[in-house]
């Protein structure tokens, strides 16, 4: 961008002079070419700023999955009371005959009290299942601010639908989409532009000026212009572009390191998260074998 500098000097006349100096000069300049300067130092803004961008997109994310697990423990809490009342009920009936029996004399007190112990249990499950209902709720509504009355499985089982089936495909979208590796990499893109920039900050610049001098110049007056061409070329620096480009290069091979750092642990990551997932698959069909085990050895009502 176009500069404007002003400059004031004045100096009084000594006894050999003729007069007194006053002057004011205002220049106008542009820089025409910093060989690679001004261009690194953009690139370098710009890689800041995309970083940001990443970083309010992993914010998205993590509100997102953060709020997908909150409705999935709603979903479990609320299959968890539902068992739990199911079977408190059944041991509510269990009693009721186990009642007629010892009105019959078929059973004995013993065998009631026995029972009656299980039903005080169930009851205090059903308590502590109903406590952690409403806990996941309360806590879906922080995250969302609604109210949650009742909630439905298809929408959570629709994002659940694109979960990755093996491991190697677990670590690959991991690291081609995961928030992490867009930072590890956005971070690695920062540092290669800092050093660039860093390296070029002594290049030399090319630039117009134009220059208007008013006062008063040993007793005459002065009102003077010039335009022209400045070029502005470091000569000696003593060493320091050259400690420049070497502390340059031992940090990228710091931020490779980190990176490769980043990488080893969102694989990691993945491999983690994929057990997490295999184990529950697993465990969902040993209960549905299970379920489908009892519906099939159940007696039958008149049995």
């Known amino acids: ?73 709603v979903l479990q809490a609320d299959e968890l009371v539902a068992l739990r009342t199911s079977f408190l009920e059944e041991l509510n009936g269990r009693a009721d005959g186990v009642q007629e029996r010892i009105d019959a004399g078929l059973a004995g007190i013993t065998e009631l009290q026995a029972l009656g112990r299980r039903r005080a249990e169930a009851e205090i499950a059903v308590l502590l299942a109903e406590q952690e209902a409403t806990t996941t709720r309360l806590e879906l509504e922080r995250l969302t601010g609604v109210s949650v009355g009742e909630v439905e499985a298809e929408g959570l089982l629709a994002y659940l639908a694109f979960v990755p089936e093996t491991q190697e495909e677990t670590q690959f979208l991991a690291g081609l989409n995961a928030p992490e590796t867009h930072v590890s990499a956005q971070r690695f893109r920062i540092i290669e532009a800092d050093v660039k920039a860093q390296n070029r900050a002594s290049n030399p610049s090319l630039e117009a000026y134009g220059t208007y001098d008013y006062g008063e110049n040993a007793g005459g007056d002065v009102s003077d212009g010039e335009l022209g061409i400045r070029l502005s070329v470091p000569v000696f620096q003593g060493g320091l572009r050259g400690a420049v480009r070497e502390a340059g290069a031992r940090s990228l091979q710091e931020a490779l390191r980190l990176r490769q750092q980043d990488q080893l642990l969102i694989e990691q990551s993945a491999a983690t998260a994929w057990v997490t997932v295999d184990i529950a698959q697993r465990t969902v069909e040993v209960w549905q074998r299970t379920l489908t085990c009892l519906l099939y050895t159940s007696p039958s009502p008149r049995d």
Not at 51 to 72: C, G, H, K, M
């Open 1 to 73: 961008r176009p500069q404007i500098s002003t400059t004031i000097f004045a100096e009084e006349a000594q006894e050999d002079e003729a007069g007194a100096t006053a002057l004011a000069r205002v220049e106008l300049s542009q820089e025409l070419w910093s060989f690679g300067r001004q261009s690194s130092s953009v690139e370098a803004a710009r890689e800041q700023v995309a970083l940001s961008w990443i970083e309010v997109a992993r914010t998205n994310q993590d509100v997102f999955a953060d709020t997908a697990i909150a409705y999935a423990n």
